[in-house]
């Protein structure tokens, strides 16, 4: 089962490395999917666009495998990280994405965010079958001097 959850990673690590390279279709690809979602609103599935939904199922999919692989990794002994990663993202990157959506930062902030996925990844990866850096104990020592 361990495998299985890193060797998901590892296709993750692949998928944001495609992403890295083709990173300014994706975006051009993400604010025609904002367009074609207002279009559609309220819609049914039957009615909607087919390039509404092909957008859907091939951003979707990746994005939903993703989360739940994220959320899985908290019970992983890289909990610490995957709690980190996730803290970053909606804490930092989403509010920023939302603040410079159509702009030329937006871009680059993809950008940094692909290469903190790619970072990320590859040390969770390395991590599990190399490093095994455990930080467990002291996260749980640091806690218990806060509450002192």
């Not at 939904?53 to 908290?74: E, Q, S, T, Y």
């Not at 969770?124 to 104990?137: G, V």
């Not at 002291?138 to 002192?148: C, G, H, P, R, S």
Request: with cysteine; aromatic share 20%.
């Amino acid at each position: 089962m361990r495998d299985f959850f890193y060797f998901i990673g590892i296709l993750f690590l692949i998928y944001e490395l495609y992403y890295l390279m083709n990173i300014r279709s994706f975006v051009e690809g993400t604010y025609k999917f904002i367009e074609l979602q207002k279009v559609n609103k309220g819609r049914s599935w039957e009615s909607s666009d087919e390039e509404y939904k092909n957008l859907l199922i091939g951003r979707g999919c990746p994005a939903l495998v993703f989360f739940l692989w994220m959320h899985i990794g908290l019970c992983t002994n890289n909990w610490v990280f995957f709690l980190g990663f996730l803290i970053i993202q909606y804490l930092v990157m989403q509010p920023l994405n939302k603040l410079t959506k159509y702009t030329p930062i937006y871009l680059f902030l993809q950008f940094l965010n692909t290469l903190l996925g790619v970072g990320f990844t590859l040390f969770i990866i390395l991590n599990a079958y190399h490093l095994n850096i455990d930080i467990t104990p002291q996260v749980i020592e640091f806690i218990d001097n806060l509450f002192k």
